[in-house]
Structure formats: C-alpha cells, structure tokens
C-alpha cells in the first residue's frame, strides 16, 4: 500500500519515499558515451562514491539508478549535481504526476511506463516511475523498480547506432519518452483486445450468473484503467510540448521535429483512449440493456404462469368452499366437467398468449 500520507505536515523539501516497492538498496550503472569513437563502456559502482569518481569529465554519462526506495544514496548523488531540493523531493515520490521543469543548468522530467503485471494470477496494470536529469554532460536517470525498460536503447548505444551519438544526451532523453508512449499505446493495444472479449460474452446470452458478475467487474477495472493511462498521458502532452517549444541551452534545435513527432504520437493515444473509453461505455451501456432484457423476460414468464393459474385457482377455490347447499356438488360428472372447463381454459389461455408473442 502506497503511504501517501507520510508527507502530511512535512514542509517543502522533505526527502521521504513515497511508493510502494521498497528495495532496500539502489543498483547504479555508470554507462560512459564517446561520440567520436560511437563506442560506450559500462561501469557498476558499489556505492555513490565510486560512481562520482568515475564519473568522467571528457565523456557523456549516463546514470542508471534503480530503487528510488533508497532514498539516501538518491539525495547524496542527487545533491552532489547540485540537484534543487522540491526535484528531490518529486524523484522520491512515485506518485509524482508527469511533469517538465527548467532550471538554469540542468531540466527535470518525470514520467511514468505502464505494464501489465505479469506476476499475478490476473494481470493487472501497473506502473514504474522514471524521473531523469539532464545536464550539460551527464544524464541522471532514477527509477523506482528494477524491470528495466530501456534495454534496446542501452544496445543500440552498445552497437553504434549512429542516430544515438548524433545530438547528445538530448537524444537519450527523447528515446525514453518515445518508449514511454509506444509502452502506452501497447497497453492500450492490450486493452481493447480484451474489451473486445467483454464485448463477445455480452453477446453470448447463455451466460451464466457468475460470468455475468464476472462480466461487471471486468468493465469496472478496465474503466479505471483507462483513466489511469489518460491521467498520465495527458500531463506527458504537455510536457513534450514544452520540449519541442521552449529554448534552453541544453536542447538543441535540430531535434524539434523528433519532439514534434512524438508529440503527435501522445495526440493520436489520447484519441484512442478516447474512442476506448466511449466503446467501453457501450458495452456498459449494452450490458444493462441485456440485464434489464434479461429481467423482463424472466418476469414475462412468471406473469404467464401467475395469469394461467388465476383462473384454475378460482374455480378450485370457489368449489372449495364449505357451504351446505351447492347444486354443483351433488351433480354426478360435476368433478370431470370442472377438469374439462380448466383444461379448456387452459388451452385457450396458452393459444392468446402465444398469438400475442407472449410465449
């Protein structure tokens, strides 16, 4: 359970984790980036000490930090870049909402990669928050679980991609939100495949009560899902927007149109999530239309039995009764005509309600 409550009465600028995964130590990787040679050399530092004396002065270097949980070794490498306390405070917090700032030396960008928990019985949607640091030769990139979601990046750099040595860390930066909206736009993939499910057992009519039930719960949780992913990719819009947008002396003019196209990209997800959604209030709406159908019928049925049996049971009841004088009860065939008189009424019952598309 994610303790949001640990910051309440804390001023500004208090490092406490906020989150839910709790690693007790941060695992750092040190990747060092010669753009001139298109080569790069990993290093794995025991402690922070180690990875700020290897940090090289010459070279490009990208930072891996996993385990935000370990909020000490996060603030000693954090204040050793000079880092301002409130970005901090927002690496340390998982729940942070997306969001770009800009300081003189150096812009901060947190985000969120969603996935599908594969851990679980049942998947269910989850996230991993990435806040990232970019300065003049150093890219700091803090994440809060060990999944590592920028493995392809890392290999391209690994085998010289020439586009990844181009235009500098900037570049790096923009392959990790790019990844971060194509992950998105997987999920939402996934998403539809299974409200397309949804959709199939609404339309299977001999369903039972328990996939009904079931039926509900799952337009609920994917419901939620799609809010969560809209509240998240809405926030990175406007982030990307601000990157293709705003001058700063660490962003470079020739990728604006690399910014531009991934913020068209998170244009045309917020427009799925959006026709996501309005498909999944259909089949809400549908499979309220088919309990309610359901019902009706049900409670048709019933009313035919009841109405059949209304007027069986007032002759029953009204030869029932204890009366002495009765002509009817001293006739000879008096209980094999009353049989008769049911059985036609009956019949005649049956055949109106049948004409009528009642049966």
Not at 267 to 279: C, F, G, K, M
Not at 284 to 300: A, F, G, P, T
């Amino acid at each position: 359970m994610t303790n949001y409550g640990i910051k309440k009465g804390k001023p500004p600028g208090s490092y406490l984790y906020v989150g839910e995964e709790e690693i007790d130590s941060s695992e750092m990787t040190l990747i060092h980036k010669d753009n001139n040679s298109k080569t790069v050399s990993v290093v794995v530092p025991n402690n922070v000490e180690e990875l700020i004396s290897q940090t090289s002065t010459n070279l490009e270097n990208i930072v891996f930090v996993t385990g935000k949980s370990d909020a000490k070794t996060v603030i000693q490498i954090c204040e050793n870049y000079k880092i301002h306390p409130l970005v901090i405070e927002d690496i340390l917090n998982t729940n942070q909402r997306p969001k770009l700032e800009f300081f003189e030396k150096y812009l901060s960008v947190h985000f969120r990669v969603f996935l599908f928990d594969e851990n679980v019985e049942e998947d269910k949607l989850t996230f991993v928050s990435y806040s990232i640091i970019l300065l003049d030769k150093t890219l700091l990139i803090f994440s809060d679980s060990k999944i590592n979601h920028f493995e392809s990046i890392v290999t391209n750099l690994k085998q010289g991609k020439p586009i990844y040595y181009k235009w500098g860390l900037e570049f790096i930066l923009f392959s990790l939100l790019d990844y971060s909206v194509d992950q998105s736009l997987d999920v939402l993939n996934r998403i539809n495949l299974s409200i397309e499910e949804i959709e199939d057992r609404i339309l299977d009519l001999d369903e039972g009560v328990n996939s009904t039930l079931k039926v509900q719960q799952t337009i609920h949780e994917h419901k939620s899902y799609l809010i969560e992913l809209r509240n998240s990719v809405w926030p990175i819009r406007d982030l990307i927007s601000k990157l293709r947008r705003e001058q700063h002396s660490l962003l470079s003019e020739a990728l604006r149109v690399y910014w531009s196209d991934v913020y068209d990209h998170t244009i045309q997800l917020i427009d799925l999530i959006e026709t996501s959604r309005d498909h999944l209030s259909g089949l809400r709406d549908l499979y309220m239309s088919y309990i309610s159908n359901r019902m009706n019928e049900v409670m048709k049925t019933l009313t035919v039995i009841a109405t059949i049996f209304i007027p069986l049971t007032f002759l029953t009841s009204l030869y029932g009764m204890n009366f002495y004088y009765m002509p009817e009860l001293s006739f000879q065939y008096g209980y094999f005509v009353l049989w008769i008189g049911m059985i036609i009424i009956l019949l005649i019952q049956l055949y109106y309600f049948r004409r009528k598309g009642w049966m």
